[in-house]
């Protein structure tokens, strides 16, 4: 069928909303090969992360002919369209070889592939210009976010660079192979003149080993011939760190 795409050999069918392509929930974990629920629970766990109407539409379903557009089932009172920039997001923590594969099918044949539909030239032109008007829209709200001083730098650069993007459709920088700066406790410890211990303690109370403050990485152990997980902090966790200290210090 024209409107059906294989990613990774599983079938998901085409879907836009508001001009451009977009994904369920369930589209992406069957193209990863994920436990149903998967990207839902992630979507909701990062929630406040997520810009609606630009990683996200919230969609009414109206009618049974809306459901069937979008894969709803019949009770089903709305639904959630994740956008290119949201699914990026969204598959942050997928880092095994598969999600890198499906990741680069998703966005090459998927979401940058336009569908060729027979339309009346001024509908055409009414269409094109609506996603004109919704693309400056979207890229004047993550410029907005990144003139925001407390961003850490490399944020900055992917949000100009995704709104320049939308806008030019020239790739300025690929946002899966931006990577962050990453610091293992005793590199902090040494910076703070503290033991990696305490920057192990003080992470914990204050919660610092998430997605936002860092990731876990596979590391040669110490003292035994083997590989083991361990949290290694992006800067803002050494701020958080360094503030923490102030604060307690000050006390």
Not at 2 to 18: D, L, M
Not at 56 to 70: A, H
């Amino acid at each position: 069928m024209a409107n059906i795409i294989k990613i990774n050999n599983n079938p998901i069918q085409i879907k836009e909303y508001n001009g451009q392509r977009v994904v369920t929930f369930k589209d992406i974990d069957l193209v990863h090969n994920r436990p149903e629920g998967t990207a839902g629970r992630n979507f909701r766990e990062n929630r406040n992360r997520f810009i609606e109407n630009v990683d996200y539409f919230n969609v009414k379903l109206t009618d049974d002919e809306i459901r069937r557009q979008f894969g709803a089932g019949k009770n089903a009172s709305a639904i959630t369209l994740i956008t290119e920039s949201g699914y990026l997001m969204l598959v942050k923590s997928f880092n095994d070889d598969l999600a890198w594969e499906v990741q680069r099918q998703l966005i090459n044949i998927y979401f940058r592939t336009k569908v060729t539909r027979s339309i009346p030239d001024v509908k055409q032109k009414k269409i094109e210009a609506r996603l004109r008007n919704a693309k400056a829209r979207q890229a004047n709200i993550l410029l907005k976010i990144a003139s925001n001083p407390d961003i850490p730098s490399t944020y900055r650069q992917v949000l100009q660079s995704y709104a320049a993007w939308i806008t030019t459709g020239k790739k300025i920088i690929p946002l899966s192979e931006v990577k962050q700066k990453t610091y293992t406790a005793e590199e902090i410890g040494e910076m703070l003149n503290i033991s990696a211990n305490m920057v192990g303690r003080i992470a914990n109370k204050i919660e610092l080993k998430t997605p936002e403050y860092g990731e876990y990485v596979w590391d040669k152990a110490k003292h035994v011939d083997k590989q083991v997980a361990t949290f290694r902090y992006y800067e803002n966790a050494v701020e958080k760190i360094r503030e923490h200290l102030k604060l307690h210090t000050a006390q």
